[in-house]
């Protein structure tokens, strides 16, 4: 785990040297092209002020919410028929808003509701831009004896994934940006369309959608996994497409899927902290089959699949402070 001064120096750096220091440890080696106006938008909602962070505003993207000057304690927004919530922090309240990866580029609208009724509530909307997003695609054809496996098993342990990662836990176990769980460069991105050919097609287990759910690292098997952030451990269990298959929740909606473990280090209910070893990599499950072996990190907001890139970015996080 590492410390609170580590982490503060990390968010120093991410502030003075912006996405250069980015570059420097590897995290924006992302293929995926993506385009997104780098701009904190501003818009009132009575006396309150609300401050949206454009920087991951594509589809599969993150949009960074906070808002000053008001008496609430808790929001909610909206976009494209999508919650999120906005939760009170140290310094004001602050969530992240997912983008679904279906969602259109162009304008879109961004509703926020405050509790309180007529009198007490508040409410406003206003149009924020989604830029395009390119994202490399992949044929994954899985072999006929496998198929089978894929539509029974498959499917019953997709559901089993679907609930956890629709935990309504509220508690919040972790602040602030992510980190990757091995310490290996990023590889095949997150959000290209994958096909596994045969009846089973573009689908993958009980997880609805046509895209690759994750980011890939190509990290040897044996490979120390490390929870992205501190967190409750939801699931931790073999599944048919996702092998040894670890849930954490972290808190505010955020949850983290990491498929393609050997050993488990924890069980399901444990709390970890921040950077807490979880386990080792191991090419389980078929969705590893016919790669190379490499872990695969997912993440989640308000059951909401979104690139987890954009969550290790400490300048995503700067509205938080
Ligand atoms: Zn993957």
Redesign the pocket.
């Known amino acids: 785990m590492k410390s609170k001064p580590a982490r503060d120096i990390m968010t120093l750096l991410g502030v003075l040297a912006g996405a250069s220091t980015l570059a420097a440890v590897g995290l924006m080696a992302n293929p995926a092209a993506n385009a997104a106006p780098a701009a904190v938008l501003t818009h009132p909602i009575a006396r309150a002020r609300v401050f949206v962070d454009l920087r991951a505003a594509w589809p599969g993207g993150v949009l960074a919410i906070r808002v000053e000057g008001s008496r609430w304690a808790t929001g909610t927004t909206l976009l494209d028929g999508r919650r999120g919530a906005l939760a009170r922090g140290p310094s004001g309240l602050f969530g992240l808003v997912p983008v679904a990866i279906d969602a259109e580029p162009g304008v879109h609208t961004l509703a926020v509701f405050f509790p309180g009724g007529r009198r007490r509530g508040g409410q406003g909307s206003f149009a924020v831009e989604l830029g395009a997003s390119s994202r490399p695609s992949r044929d994954r054809p899985v072999p006929a004896a496998d198929l089978l496996t894929l539509e029974t098993a498959g499917l019953r342990d997709g559901r089993q994934l679907l609930a956890a990662i629709r935990t309504r836990e509220s508690r919040v176990f972790h602040q602030g940006f992510l980190r990757p769980p091995v310490g290996v460069s990023p590889g095949?991105p997150f959000g290209g369309f994958e096909d596994f050919g045969g009846s089973v097609g573009p689908s993958r287990d009980g997880l609805s959608g046509e895209h690759?759910?994750?980011?890939?690292y190509p990290a040897p098997p044996g490979t120390l996994v490390r929870t992205p952030g501190a967190g409750i451990v939801l699931l931790a269990r073999n599944l048919a497409f996702s092998g040894q298959t670890l849930v954490v929740a972290h808190g505010a909606g955020l949850v983290s899927v990491l498929?393609h473990l050997g050993t488990l280090s924890v069980r399901e209910g444990d709390l970890v902290v921040d950077g807490a070893a979880v386990g080792t990599t191991s090419p389980t499950g078929l969705?590893a089959q016919g790669l190379p072996p490499?872990l695969?990190f997912?993440t989640y907001l308000h059951a909401i699949n979104v690139d987890p890139v954009p969550l290790l970015d400490p300048a995503l996080f700067e509205l938080q402070r």
Do not use: L, M, Y
């Not at 690759?212 to 890939?216: C, I, L, T, V």
């Open positions: 095949f690759h759910r994750g980011q890939d498929a969705g490499h695969c997912s």
